[in-house]
């Protein structure tokens, strides 16, 4: 099984979905199983039903969050030293070449990415143009609205 990266943060998420998961949410749904059942006939209870399914993608959840835990590479990014090139885990300032417009981004996990708090996915096409530049580079990123040039501002390990 290949690793899984995952920033500190990311991996601590996964864990206390896994933990509510566990917690809460399994046994909301015995409970509303336990409910449907007492209502009598189950061939045509929509309640009955609804729990099952949802029962059944919490135990799915929590196997998949289990798997990328136990295959999980976690990396803390301020702890990186990799002479200022960018890989998993930093924080780059880019700037556009053709509107000047500057955008923070995070490069993070693929369970971790959310573009508006400006983290993006290692296998995002943007990420795999910056990785291995530094400051002062060009990447160019062949993005949906055509190729867009980035030039690299700053590199943090943060």
């Known amino acids: 099984m290949a690793t899984i990266p995952l920033t500190t943060r990311g991996a601590e998420k996964l864990k206390q979905e896994l933990h509510r998961l566990k917690s809460v949410e399994r046994h909301a749904v015995i409970q509303a199983i336990a409910e449907a059942r007492a209502q009598g006939d189950l061939s045509e209870n929509a309640e009955y039903e609804a729990a099952k399914d949802k029962q059944g993608f919490i135990e799915g959840r929590i196997l998949e969050i289990e798997g990328k835990l136990a295959a999980a590479q976690i990396i803390d990014p301020s702890s990186v030293d990799a002479g200022g090139r960018i890989v998993f885990g930093t924080t780059v300032d880019l700037e556009e070449e053709s509107s000047g417009a500057e955008v923070t981004y995070q490069i993070v996990g693929d369970d971790e990415a959310d573009l508006k708090l400006g983290l993006i996915s290692i296998s995002s096409p943007i990420a795999r143009a910056l990785i291995g530049k530094e400051a002062g580079d060009v990447a160019e990123v062949n993005a949906p609205g055509g190729v867009k040039r ?9």
């Open 150 to 158: 980035y030039e690299i501002v700053e590199v943090r390990y943060v």
